[in-house]
Structures are given as structure tokens and as C-alpha cells.
């Protein structure tokens, strides 16, 4: 029998991919079965996700900067009242008792200057007690108030929303109070300030007088 020429073999593996009618793969190479499908981003969507990150940034920006410059700008007395005010009940009762103690040390200790912001409430009770600028009985109560802050913070203990909302309402008054007691003695002491000044000048005027 004759030995096939390449030629030959050539002509079969064609006339069998006819018969068969499937490429060949070692001809052709492989090919993938789907094509790119090419995705179209609408246009509105692209802006809509550029408008939410440019309000997330200013938002942001506003914590950042503006807002603690209006903040910066209040007195001591107008902080706390602001923060105590939007202090937020619903809060459990670590984080709320937290947050309620800095405000009010801060306010001590800003405009009273009574060290307290490292202090226990049972290291603050004598000094609250014997600080003639606080009323005896808000003293007592404030000194409570903060033995539960402790309670609250260190010792986890729950305390009711009813409770919550008293020691802050006490609270606030408690700084109302004691602000018109150093308004009260500061205006005095200004007026001393200007009497003595008066009394200054008329002496000079009057030793001039006698020169």
C-alpha cells in the first residue's frame, strides 16, 4: 500500500473537518465564547455620587472648623448651657454620664477655677460643699449628681431616662444660678474697681491743687 505524502494527509484532515464541520482548534486557537460586553455608567449617576462625596466632605469640614470656631467664641457659661442642653438622653448610661461629667468639671474648672476634671465626685464633695460661690443644697446636689456619673461610668450601673433628664434639668440650673452669683460679685467688684479709681483721682487733684 502507498505511504500517504503530507499533501495527501493534508487532504484528509481537511475532508474530515468538512464532514464534522467543527474548526480546528490547532489552526485557529482558541477563542473565547462571549465577547467584552462593554458597560455604560449613565451620566446622572456619575454626578450623583460626585454630589454625595463633595457633602460628605463638607460636612466634615464644617465639624472641623467652623463649627468649633462658633464654639470657641461662646463664653464658658454659653458652652455649657448649649451642651448640656443638646445632650442627648437616649444615650446609655456610660457614654451619657461621660460626656454629662466633662461638661460640668469643665464648667468648674473653666469659670470657677476649681481643679476637677482628674477628680473622683468624692474628692470634689468638700470643695463643692465649702465654695461660697455655689449655693449649699445645689453643692449637695450637684456632689450626688456626680457620685452617680461615677457609678454610671465605672461601675456600669443603668440609670433610668426619667433620672437622666432630672439631673440634667437640675444640673442647668445649678449653672444658672451660680453664673448670676459671678456676675453679681464681678459687677461689684467692678465698681469697686471704678469707685477706687474716682477716689485715686480726686486725691490728686485735690494735692495738686494744694502745690
Known amino acids: 500500500m502507498p505511504v500517504p505524502t503530507a499533501n495527501g494527509g493534508q487532504m484528509i484532515q481537511a475532508m474530515q473537518q468538512a464532514s464534522t464541520g467543527l474548526p480546528d482548534a490547532g489552526a ?5 465564547i462571549k ?10 449617576f456619575v454626578v450623583l455620587v460626585i454630589l454625595a462625596v463633595v457633602s460628605v466632605l463638607a460636612y466634615f469640614v464644617y465639624i472641623k472648623f467652623f463649627r468649633q470656631e462658633i464654639n470657641d ?57 465649702n465654695e461660697s460661690r455655689i449655693r449649699t443644697n445645689h453643692a449637695m446636689f450637684l456632689t450626688k449628681i456626680l457620685q452617680r456619673a461615677d457609678l454610671a461610668k465605672f461601675a456600669k450601673q443603668n440609670v433610668s431616662l426619667e433620672t437622666k433628664a432630672k439631673d440634667l434639668e437640675l444640673s442647668l440650673d445649678i449653672v444658672r444660678t451660680t453664673e448670676k452669683t459671678m456676675l453679681a460679685e464681678e459687677t461689684e467688684e467692678e465698681e469697686e474697681k471704678q469707685d477706687h479709681g474716682v477716689e485715686l483721682e480726686e486725691q490728686a487733684r485735690l494735692e495738686g491743687a494744694r502745690v
Open 73 to 129: 467664641e461662646l463664653s464658658t457659661y454659653e458652652r455649657t448651657i448649649k451642651n448640656l442642653t443638646e445632650l442627648n438622653l437616649n444615650l446609655d448610661s456610660k457614654q451619657f454620664y461621660l460626656i454629662y461629667s466633662e461638661y460640668m468639671k469643665s464648667y468648674l474648672e473653666e469659670r470657677l477655677g476649681i481643679a476637677c476634671l482628674e477628680k473622683t465626685a468624692d474628692e470634689m464633695a468638700d470643695v463643692l460643699i
Open 28 to 32: 485557529e486557537g482558541l477563542r473565547d
Open 35 to 44: 465577547g467584552y460586553i462593554s458597560i455604560i455608567i449613565p451620566v446622572w
